[in-house]
């Protein structure tokens, strides 16, 4: 088993910055890549960030070159940086755990809020 904690979400004005944290415990031996998530309202669930347990990373268009996601080993935590958000980042953010052995469910955390005011 696998928990993850976000945090870090919160209230902020179009150009602002937050930075997401997931915390990660239990058998994180067993993940392969952590991702962060976003869905709001209406809309469905999609991903916006990746790293891998060897660190290589990958980003959706939308966030290129605006959020950076990164990781501390030492505190099994992985951080989303968000610079120049817009109004349409607001959503739910979701930190998600895939674990190397593809026939086994996926870990998620609870989320958290991120609005981004005009």
């Known amino acids: 088993q696998v928990q993850l904690v976000e945090s870090g979400g919160g209230l902020v004005q179009a150009g602002g910055s937050l930075r997401l944290s997931c915390a990660a415990s239990?058998?994180?031996?067993?993940?392969?890549?952590i991702n962060w998530y976003r869905q709001a309202p209406g809309k469905q669930r999609e991903l916006v960030a990746s790293?891998?347990?060897?660190?290589?990373?990958k980003y959706v268009d939308f966030v290129k070159g605006r959020f950076t996601i990164s990781r501390d080993i030492a505190k099994n935590t992985v951080y989303l940086q968000m610079n120049s958000l817009k109004p349409e980042d607001t959503a739910v953010y979701y930190c998600?755990?895939?674990?190397?052995?593809?026939?086994?469910?996926?870990?998620w955390g609870q989320g958290t809020q991120v609005t981004v005011s005009s």
């Open positions: 998600n755990a895939r674990p190397h052995d593809p026939s086994e469910y996926d870990y």
């Open positions: 239990g058998s994180i031996f067993s993940i392969n890549a």
């Open positions: 790293i891998t347990t060897g660190g290589s990373t």
